[in-house]
């Protein structure tokens, strides 16, 4: 199993500029999970779908972020324009959902962004 | 609201001591509980799991027990290695929702 898989492991940028982060969930699973981690504020949830559908995206700090799932082996993650405050390292997780409620989380080891 | 409370790190052992890491919950119903590990430079990975009372789940030399008396699900280990340095975090998955609720995490550090 390939395990989540996500790009660019490491993006430096300048302030202002759009940045788009990509994760393909593990085959099958399908619940997609999008966190950021910082030191200040932990692992804090930005937004999850079930089934390609967008479910509760009340952790997306502002407008500027914005998150697409157009099929099950795709998602993205868009900041625009991007901010300093938005440095952070951002992960993608995905899940079984339906009938198996146990079931644990499996992340991908994260996108670095820093933003200048 | 569900939640999860553990010990602020970091803890720093040396190789071979006792680990002991506090986690306990709140949260309605009967949640699954969890015990995740993120090694630099990583993603978090499962480390072990319990979904209902007095179940202890084990992992790599790791023990947790679901403590529903006291919402505790505190992390053991009897025998620490440096290669154990990492960062763990204490999740709960409250019964009837897919959505996890993560402790800020603890950091420990083993020292050979």
């Known amino acids: 199993d390939a395990g989540v898989i996500q790009s660019p492991r490491h993006e430096v940028t300048e302030m202002g500029q759009e940045v788009t982060l990509r994760c393909k969930p593990i085959?099958?699973?399908?619940?997609l999970f999008w966190y950021r981690q910082t030191m200040m504020r932990g692992l804090e949830l930005l937004i999850y779908?079930?089934?390609?559908?967008?479910?509760?995206d009340s952790g997306m700090p502002e407008d500027r972020f914005s998150a697409k799932m157009p099929n099950a082996s795709f998602s993205t993650l868009k900041i625009q324009p991007s901010e300093p405050r938005d440095s952070a390292v951002y992960f993608c997780?995905?899940?079984?959902?339906?009938?198996?409620?146990?079931?644990?989380?499996?992340f991908g080891d994260g996108t670095r962004l820093s933003i200048l | 609201g569900d939640s999860v409370t553990q010990m602020e790190g970091p803890v720093t052992l040396s190789e071979e001591a006792f680990l002991t890491i506090n986690c306990t919950y709140t949260a309605t119903g009967y949640p699954s509980l969890f015990w995740y590990v993120q090694y630099p430079g990583e993603g978090l990975q499962l480390l072990l799991k319990?979904?209902?009372?007095?179940d202890k789940g084990s992992n790599k030399g790791f023990e947790a027990t679901y403590r529903k008396e006291t919402t505790s699900f505190h992390l053991e280990k009897g025998s620490v290695q440096v290669s154990d340095s990492a960062v763990y975090f204490c999740?709960?998955?409250?019964?009837?929702?897919?959505?996890?609720?993560f402790g800020r995490g603890t950091s420990l550090i083993v020292h050979p």
């Open positions: 085959s099958g699973h399908d619940y």
């Open positions: 319990a979904t209902k009372a007095d």
């Open positions: 997780a995905s899940s079984y959902g339906q009938g198996a409620i146990n079931q644990p989380q499996h």
């Open positions: 999740a709960l998955r409250p019964g009837g929702s897919y959505i996890p609720t």
């Open positions: 779908f079930n089934n390609n559908v967008p479910i509760d």
